[in-house]
């Protein structure tokens, strides 16, 4: 299945509200929701609070990306706060497969993202329990960056490590992706997307619309 995920750390944080209605209104699956905290990347994003505010105006799968150190000590928090999916960094953490348990106990989906210099084979310890695997296609913690040409043979690896194992397992690939490289990611086994500048500069709902039909012409 293909999903978009359109990013608000793109968005005007003056109409957010309005801005996520209008990506639901045009289409979006997920909503992707960065949490960063200046320490496992350089810079601060936001937290519970933001994401609470949210939920009440929204029924979006909320898609939360933890780039932060230590995710483990607020799992239970960004569950009650409404993440649907929580996401986390394998470099941020000392025992990737608790914590695993732990969002899947709590029922959320948990998935793993590693950044780019990370050895893919780093993921197979986990793969079998994991709803989702992100493969950033730049460096996190800054949004607006250019896609790392490399990513896509790390999205084919891990289509082939998926596959091999008769898997449902999700491809996320979240930065520098546009309606004119999207096909790239597809082709080499992605199926779920993040995109943020790409989405929310100009016209939103004209961004996702065509986002989507470009998606659904490149299966």
Partial sequence: ??????????????ILGKQI??????????LHIDVMDGNFVP???????????????????FDVHLMIVEPERYIEDFVKCGADIITFHLEATSDPKALIDRIHELGKKAGISIK????????????DSLDMLLVM??????????YIPESTERIR????????????T???????????NVHVVLEAGANVIVAGSALFRGDIEKNVKGMLETMEASR
């Fill in 157 to 168: 690896q891990a289509r082939g490590y998926i596959d091999e194992r008769g898997l449902l």
């Fill in 116 to 127: 780019p210099k990370t050895p893919m084979e780093s993921i197979l310890p986990y793969l």
């Fill in 43 to 61: 810079s601060i994003s936001f937290g519970m609070p933001v994401i609470s505010s949210l939920r009440k105006v929204s029924d979006i799968i």
């Fill in 170 to 180: 999700d491809i996320q690939v979240d930065g520098g992706i546009t309606v004119d």
């Fill in 1 to 14: 299945m293909l999903i978009l995920s359109p990013s608000i750390l793109a968005a005007d944080f003056s």
């Fill in 137 to 146: 296609t730049v460096e996190p913690g800054f949004g607006g960056q250019p």
């Fill in 21 to 30: 209605r209008e990506v639901e209104r045009a289409g979006a699956q997920y």
